[in-house]
C-alpha cells in the first residue's frame, strides 16, 4: 500500500509494531534510504539517533522531519565513517552519554566513486561501506547486548552478486569504481552473515540481518559516478526506480519485524521493486573461510575486536 508523503513521494507502508521504549542508529539518515527509514521509525514511536558526516545537512534533515512529527525523539550526532578515528569518537560519546542502542542500521553508503583515500588510506567505497560500519558495530556490541531483542541491519546491494573480493587485496589493483562498488557490497554481505554466525556461537542475543533495497532513486547514484556513468543513473533513476521511500523498506522490515530472523537477507519481492521478502544471497557471500579471512583482515585493518569467538 502506499500514501502520499510530505515531499510528494509515494510513501510505502508494511507492518511495523509499535515501537515506543526503543533505540534506534541510523548510519547516513540525513537523505535517501536512510531519510525514510527514519522518518517511518519515529511514526511508530522509536527513539532514533541519526548519525551523519556532516552535520548542517543532519540538523536540516532532522528540522525536516520534526515538522512532520513534533514529538518526535531524535537526535543528530557526527560520524565520518570514512574516518576511523571519527567511528571511535562516535561510539564513545554514545556510551559516555549512556545512549541505548537497540538497534544498528548500517545504512550508509557511497557508491562508484572515482579512485579515492579514507583517512587511513584505504579504497573510499571499501572504507565507508564496510570497515566503518565493521569497527562501528564492533565498539557498540557491548551496548546492544544490553538491550532486549538487539539487532544489526547491514545493507548490501544485489550488487553484491558481482563482486569479487581478496581479503589480501583491498586496494586499488586495476580499480574500476563499478568492481570496486561490488566488492564492497560482497564485504557487507560477507560481514553480517559472519556476524550472525559469531553471535549464535557465542548465545549472544543480538540478531544479524542483511537487506537490500532494489533499486530507489536517491542521492547514491548521482553523488558517487561521474561522466557517462552518472548520466546513465540520471536517467535509470527517471525511467525505472522506485522512490527512496519503496527502497527503505526491506531495511524497516529487517529492522522492526517479529518475525525476522537473524542471518536473514531481505529484499524485495520483484528485481528491482516490491514488499520485503527473504531472499538467498549469493554463494560468495555465504563462503565461510572467506568471510573468516574477511574479519581477520578487517581486525587488522581497524583495530576493532569483537571478542566473538570464531
Known amino acids: 500500500m502506499t500514501v502520499a508523503g510530505e515531499t510528494g ?11 515506543h521504549g526503543r533505540t534506534y ?13 527514519i522518518r517511518v521509525l519515529l511514526g511508530h514511536g522509536a527513539r532514533v539517533v541519526m548519525a551523519v558526516r556532516d552535520l548542517d545537512r543532519g540538523y536540516a534533515a532532522a528540522q525536516a522531519l520534526r515538522a512532520g512529527q513534533p514529538t518526535a525523539e531524535l537526535e543528530v550526532r557526527v560520524l565520518d565513517l570514512a574516518d576511523l578515528d571519527s567511528v571511535r569518537h562516535c561510539a564513545a560519546a554514545l556510551r559516555a552519554d549512556r545512549v541505548p542502542v537497540d538497534v544498528l542500521i548500517n545504512n550508509a553508503g557511497v557508491m562508484m566513486t572515482p579512485l579515492r583515500r579514507s583517512a587511513q588510506g584505504h579504497e573510499l567505497q571499501l572504507a565507508v561501506n564496510h570497515l566503518g560500519h565493521f569497527a562501528l558495530t564492533g565498539l557498540l556490541l557491548d551496548t546492544l547486548r544490553d538491550g532486549p531483542g538487539a539487532r544489526v541491519v547491514t545493507v548490501t546491494s544485489e550488487m553484491h552478486r558481482l563482486g569479487r573480493l581478496d581479503p589480501d587485496d583491498l586496494g586499488d589493483t586495476g580499480y ?37 533495497p532494489g533499486y530507489a532513486a536517491t542521492n547514491l547514484q548521482l553523488s558517487g559516478p561521474t561522466g557517462l ?14 522512490d527512496a521511500a519503496g527502497g527503505a523498506r526491506s531495511q524497516l522490515y529487517a529492522a522492526t519485524s517479529p518475525d525476522a530472523k537473524g542471518g536473514e537477507y531481505i529484499g524485495p519481492s520483484a528485481m528491482l521493486r516490491g514488499a520485503p521478502k527473504v531472499l538467498a544471497p549469493s554463494a560468495a557471500a555465504r563462503d565461510p573461510e572467506l568471510a573468516r579471512r574477511l574479519w581477520r583482515r578487517s581486525e587488522e585493518l581497524t583495530g576493532v575486536r569483537f571478542g566473538l569467538p570464531e
Not at 25 to 37: E, I
Not at 176 to 184: F, K, L
Not at 229 to 239: D, P, V, Y
Open 9 to 19: 513521494e509515494a510513501r510505502h507502508t508494511d507492518p511495523i509494531p509499535e515501537l
Open 25 to 37: 542508529l541510523v548510519t547516513g539518515g540525513n537523505s535517501g534510504l536512510g531519510y525514510h527509514t
Open 176 to 212: 574500476r569504481p563499478d568492481r570496486a562498488y561490488g566488492r564492497a557490497k560482497l564485504a557487507n554481505a560477507l560481514f553480517g552473515l559472519e556476524l550472525d554466525r559469531r553471535l549464535r556461537a557465542a548465545a549472544v542475543p543480538v540478531r544479524s540481518l542483511l537487506a537490500h
Open 229 to 242: 556513468l552518472r548520466s546513465g543513473f540520471q536517467l535509470a533513476n527517471r525511467i525505472i526506480a522506485q
